[in-house]
């Protein structure tokens, strides 16, 4: 407890297989550029589906597949964002004065290099959470070449977060 605030901290990660002839979808953005996209029962939108389980976890309210199994076939193809805004929904239900403070995020991606669609993401997601867009911050990191990031096997994502309640 500090100045009465309640803060909390979450943290989720996330692993796609990548594929040809598929959407990549990073962020809530399609990168149209990439040849490959995320072998996934969703849209594969590996950024949201960390954030959801960052957001999440900061209020110990399970996971993802917790709120939207991927057996249920009423998330198949589901809209990542989506699931964002009913995330956001579901958590204030149980706390009402459920604040984020800030996002900072990690991509793993060999290709393409997304700092030309960083601020499209910044801003895709900061408007989703009703959030002021230098509260989210997103960095991106190759693989080096080594398996599975380096090799275009997978993508994956780390993302943090800092939330009052
Ligand atoms: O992985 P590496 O350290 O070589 O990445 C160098 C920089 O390239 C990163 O700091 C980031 O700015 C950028 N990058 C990117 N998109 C990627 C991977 C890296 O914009 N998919
Ligand atoms: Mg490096």
Known sequence: M?????FRIGLGTDLHRLAP????WIGGFRITE???GCVAH????ALVHALI?????????GDIGTHFPPSDDRWKNANSLDLL???LGIIREA??????????????????????YRASIQETLSTTLGLSVECVSI???TGEGLPPIGTLEAISTQVVVLVSI
């Open 95 to 116: 706390h009402p004065t459920f604040t984020i403070v800030n996002i900072d995020a990690v991509v793993h991606l060999e290709r393409p290099k997304l700092g030309v």
């Open 34 to 36: 990439s040849l490959l």
């Open 53 to 61: 389980d960052a957001l999440l976890g900061s209020v110990a309210m």
């Open 21 to 24: 002839n598929l959407p990549l």
């Open 85 to 87: 805004a009913q995330t």
């Open 139 to 141: 960095k991106a990191k």
């Open 42 to 45: 969703s849209d594969g939108d």
């Open 2 to 6: 500090l100045n009465n605030t309640n």
